[in-house]
């Protein structure tokens, strides 16, 4: 859909923002880019130029910031907004829950201040599978009931969802990831390495790269095949371009939605699982990566890890027969472009 239409993308230059500016621009959108950096670099804006073939608008700033979001706003008069701007590592925001409760939900508020002042009634939300909590049966579906969540930062997500349905006057898309991993294919943007890494995709790269000594898997005695939690990973492509769909569904004004029986969606909040709909093991993936690199993964199995739930993983019917989108990359895809990214950082 070619529309030229102005798309706010708080977190633009973050890991999941920076390749969703990319499919926003092919299809045929204008993306508008505001980031604080606090987990990105101002390097992602000059790859995101050479891939766009030109630069696209960024503003430095916080969605805590009504000032900086009203001079947005009133200069480049956005017709809807992607909200990735978020703290989202699950460790960290056990060890420090008040940053998240304070960057993930009075963000949001703060940007929904902002969008209602300013006429902007459009949201394309980041919510999270970290909102089913242990779900009660896998694969999850939208109508999984949530259960409390396992880290602060799922709770940040399960909050973020309800003050998005309360507030009937934005019509949102609320897109539940799963595990994004991997890179753009010519591996000129990916998932930034700031710091050590919390998630499993960067620290077992930055191992086999010598970065790191070692991988540690959280905890080998859990009640699955290997012993090792199950999560749902899935190429960061196709979670940018899950959200492509997204939007052009805001844009679409008669939106029929049939839910089942405890989907909390209604015809101004709808919700979708975003992931393959296959889980795969930490062992399996460690497996994977070895078999699509020819590089081997230096990894011991420790303790568990504070806030992970044994297994989560979709199921994708609903997002495959609303939005007609549906993962198209395996996992060796993600593999590879997880180890080439690494080797250009
Ligand atoms: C995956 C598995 C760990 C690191 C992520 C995002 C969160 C959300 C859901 C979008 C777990 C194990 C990890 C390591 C390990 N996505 N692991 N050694 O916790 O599922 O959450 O996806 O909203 O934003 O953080 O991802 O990559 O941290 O962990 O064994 O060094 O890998 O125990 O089983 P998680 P993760």
Known sequence: MTSNRNIL???????IGSHTVLCLKDAGYTPIIIDNLHNSRIEVLDALESLMGYRPVFVQGDVNDAAVLQGLFEMYRPEAVIHFAAHKAVGESVENPLMYYHNNVVGLISLLEVMKAQGCHKMVFSSSCTVYGEPESVPVKESTVTRPAA??????????EVILKDNTWCEVQC??????????PTAKI??????????LIPFLTQ?????????TVYGGDYNTADGTCIRDYIHVMDLAEAHVAAIDRLFITQRSVAVEDGD??????????????????????IAAFESATGEKVNYVVGNRRAGDVVAVWADTKKV???LGWSAKRDLSTMMKDAWNWQQRC
């Open 320 to 322: 495959n027969q609303v």
């Open 9 to 15: 993308v708080t977190g633009g230059l973050g890991f």
């Open 207 to 215: 191992t086999v790269a010598g970065i790191r000594e070692k991988l």
């Open 264 to 285: 909390p969606s209604t015809d101004k909040f709808e919700v979708f699982n975003i992931g393959t709909g296959v889980g795969y093991s930490v062992l399996e993936v």
């Open 151 to 160: 880290s602060p930062y799922g709770a940040t997500k399960q909050m973020a």
């Open 175 to 184: 897109l539940r990831y799963f595990n994004p991993v991997g890179a753009h």
């Open 190 to 199: 990916g998932e930034l390495p700031l710091g050590v890494p919390n998630n």
